[in-house]
């Protein structure tokens, strides 16, 4: 099946907590939605958060209530 079942078995069994009887309950679609997809988008990490903060700062707005007044 071109699958690498027992290291998808180990993902979900020591990656995921998952029983055996609950991996194999699972569809292939499911496990690589929990496992999540190599080839999708990484997730936002600091660095580029930082990064984006540097270009889009906060503008401070005067509020009158004694907050900093970031919109």
């Known amino acids: 099946s071109g699958l690498?079942?027992?290291g998808l078995l180990r993902a979900g069994v020591t990656g995921l907590g998952l029983k055996p009887d609950d991996f194999w309950r699972l569809t292939p679609a499911e496990l690589v939605l929990?496992?999540?997809d190599?080839?999708?988008?990484v997730p936002l990490g600091r660095a580029?958060?930082?990064e984006l903060s540097?270009?889009?700062p906060d503008?401070?707005?005067e509020?009158?209530?004694g907050g900093d007044g970031r919109n």
Do not use: S
């Open 34 to 36: 929990m496992l999540g």
């Open 48 to 50: 580029r958060l930082d």
């Open 63 to 65: 509020d009158g209530n």
């Open 54 to 56: 540097l270009l889009w």
């Open 59 to 61: 503008r401070k707005v």
């Open 38 to 41: 190599p080839k999708g988008p």
């Open 4 to 6: 690498d079942w027992p």
